[in-house]
C-alpha cells in the first residue's frame, strides 16, 4: 500500500459521520449520475456514499487502466495510527 495526499484527522476530517440519512441531500446514497461517472468505485456503495465519498478518487480524474479485471478502489489521504 502506498500512502498519498493529506493526512485524514479524526473527527475534523468526518463532517458527516454522525448525521442521519434524513439530513443528507440524497439519504446517504450517491444519486445514479454520480455513480455513473465512478463505476469502479459505485461497486463499494457501502463505502462510496455521501459520508466518506469524499476520500475516494473519481474514475473519470484518475481512469483504470488494466488487462485483466481487477476491481479495486483508491483514496489520496493518509491515514495511520498515531
Do not use: C
Request: hydrophobic share 25%; proline share 9%.
Amino acid at each position: 500500500m502506498l500512502e498519498r495526499g493529506r493526512p485524514v484527522e479524526h473527527v475534523k476530517d468526518y463532517p458527516t459521520t454522525m448525521s442521519s440519512p434524513w439530513e443528507m441531500t440524497h439519504r446517504g446514497r450517491y444519486p445514479l449520475d454520480v455513480l455513473e461517472k465512478s463505476p469502479t468505485q459505485a461497486k463499494v456503495s457501502y463505502a462510496f456514499n455521501e459520508y466518506s465519498g469524499q476520500f475516494f478518487i473519481r474514475d473519470t480524474d484518475h481512469p483504470y487502466q488494466q488487462t485483466k479485471p481487477f476491481d479495486w478502489i483508491r483514496g489520496y489521504q493518509v491515514g495511520a495510527n498515531r
